[in-house]
């Protein structure tokens, strides 16, 4: 299968759903895939008991009554192929060699999961995994759950715990007291994240939140059975059947850097005031660009939209929106920043890379990631290091984002459709 | 990508059939089949789903005999056979 579409956007999330609609609008024809089953990206997540919510509900109809839109579920990219050309495994369709004239890349972000002693037992996922897990429908009615880690994510998915009957034992956030208090007080600025923060929480009524705290360890017999955490130099240690704790968001830049994008310093796509990257014909929206929340990605996948079908419109209404929500994402990004008792190495016999089962005491003496994963197999499992990777760089400080093709584990099938087309750089293929 | 809402379907996990809600991902049946290490790591310990969303891999089964398929991003179907490779 060898298609092509005037735009093919990467990622079917608030971001990508919006700037598939402004380029269809605008005439374009137009390809949308996710690797997830269902449309809607990590925010608007769909399950048996969780329909679809109205602002999703909206733009995926549109974009379905649209003869111009294709859209690919449960398809993911293997490879880029020169040029301008995607190598996909989808689910349905097997090897799809998908070429385009623009790219809009809205990969969006996964979290920053940071390793604590015992964090592989089952029962600890990340924060954003646990509302992910339940909507997807896994029962936790009855148990025992400490939400952990940083940001507002954990208010979320206390409330998607809580809603699927769960008893959430404490939300424990490393965040000081005082920061949080100055965030609260900012959000005069955004009225509809003040009504929701009360919301979630239920206007902390009832609820353990317990700042300046992190978790230290994870205990139990095969499977989660209690944790202990640090509420400054005291430990505290609560019985519970799950930990569900992750650090704030990380961007994915996976494919971006494999197409030569620039990426920033705080580690997201480098953008300018289009929408687009340092590539010709490579434009982004949403939280690979920055974590930034829903509604700055819609905003920014709707201008990306209208900007790679190259239709001259009035868009200082959407700039103005843009510049709101980027204000709330630079407040937000203050007040959660990683401190340093979460940025602490746990013990070195604490495993770092969950893939090759290599620990912290075993990595943390090479000078670099690279070293590390020649001599350790550290980053060199299924996951790519797409894991310890964003711990090893928290830690450590190291550059850990080496993309190389295949991105992920792919069938031989999906790669032999890929013949006819040259891969767009030696170097994803040689030895570096 | 539609389904009927609260339509069962029945697939097999490990050798036991399971009845789930049409729309359930396949990670959530593991867990109400009570298997909590779904996965065994290289250095013999058990493993279940962490990120919930495609990109640690603990939560790779084996369905309809395709290895490595994450549990995670992929929706029950009325009749597939699941495998793990966790702990029994």
């Not at chain 1, 996710?34 to 109205?54: E, F, I, K, L, T």
């Not at chain 1, 830690?395 to 993309?403: E, I, L, N, V």
């Not at chain 2, 990670?27 to 058990?46: D, E, K, W």
Request: hydrophobic letters at 45%.
């Amino acid at each position: 299968m060898n298609p092509h579409y005037d735009i093919v956007v990467a990622g079917a999330g608030p971001a990508g759903l919006h700037a598939a609609r402004a380029a269809a609008q605008a005439g374009a024809r137009v390809a949308v895939f996710d690797d997830n089953p269902r449309v809607g990206g990590q925010v608007w997540r769909q399950g048996p008991r969780h329909a679809p919510q109205a602002p999703l509900r909206e733009v995926h109809a549109a974009l379905q009554a649209d003869p111009n839109v294709t859209l690919w579920s449960s398809a993911r990219v293997v490879a880029p192929l020169a040029p301008r050309a995607l190598l996909l495994e989808s689910a349905e369709h097997g090897g799809i060699c998908v070429s385009y004239d623009q790219l809009i890349l809205a990969t969006g972000a996964r979290e920053r999961l940071l390793p604590f002693a015992g964090w592989t037992l089952p029962g600890v996922t990340g924060a954003g995994a646990l509302q992910a897990l339940i909507k997807g429908g896994t029962p936790v009615r009855g148990e025992r759950i400490v939400i952990a880690g940083s940001g507002p994510l954990l208010l979320a998915s206390l409330a998607t715990a809580r809603a699927a009957g769960a008893q959430v034992v404490a939300v424990v956030e490393q965040a000081s007291a005082f920061a949080l208090a100055r965030f609260a007080a900012s959000l005069a600025a955004t009225p509809s994240k003040l009504i929701q923060a009360v919301q979630l929480t239920r206007g902390f009524a009832g609820l353990r939140y317990w700042t300046g705290s992190v978790v230290r360890e994870a205990r139990g017999a095969g499977r989660v059975e209690e944790v202990s955490i640090m509420r400054g130099t005291r430990e505290v240690t609560l019985a519970c059947d799950r930990i569900a704790c992750g650090y704030g968001l990380v961007p994915n830049v996976t494919l971006a850097q494999a197409l030569g994008c620039a990426i920033n310093d705080s580690g997201a796509i480098a953008v300018d005031d289009a929408q687009r990257t340092s590539v010709d014909g490579v434009l982004t929206a949403g939280e690979c660009t920055g974590i930034g929340g829903m509604e700055l990605a819609r905003v920014q996948g709707e201008l990306a939209g209208w900007a790679a079908s190259g239709v001259t419109r009035d868009l200082r209404a959407l700039r103005a929106q843009r510049l709101h929500w980027q204000r709330f994402a630079q407040r937000v990004e203050a007040a959660f920043a990683l401190r340093e008792a979460a940025r602490a190495l746990p013990a070195a016999d604490t495993l770092l890379c969950r893939c090759e089962d290599v620990t912290v005491g075993e990595v943390s003496g090479y000078a670099d990631w690279r070293d590390a994963k020649m001599h350790t197999r550290c980053g060199m499992g299924p996951c790519q290091g797409r894991i310890c990777g964003g711990a090893a760089s928290t830690y450590f400080g190291w550059q850990t984002g080496q993309p190389r093709a295949p991105f992920h584990p792919a069938q031989i099938g999906t790669l032999m459709a890929a013949c006819g087309h040259e891969p767009p750089r030696n170097r994803m293929l040689a030895e570096d | 990508m539609s389904e009927h809402a609260g339509a069962s379907i029945r697939v097999t996990i490990d050798a036991r059939t399971a009845e789930v809600e049409a729309g359930t991902l396949v990670v959530a049946a593991l867990a109400m089949a009570g298997l909590r290490g779904t996965r065994t790591s290289v250095s013999g310990q058990p493993r279940a789903a962490l990120c919930g969303m495609g990109i640690c891999q603990e939560c790779r089964v084996t369905i309809d005999g395709r290895a490595h398929v994450l549990a995670c991003q992929t929706l029950c179907r009325d009749g597939q056979i699941i495998q793990t490779t966790g702990p029994r």
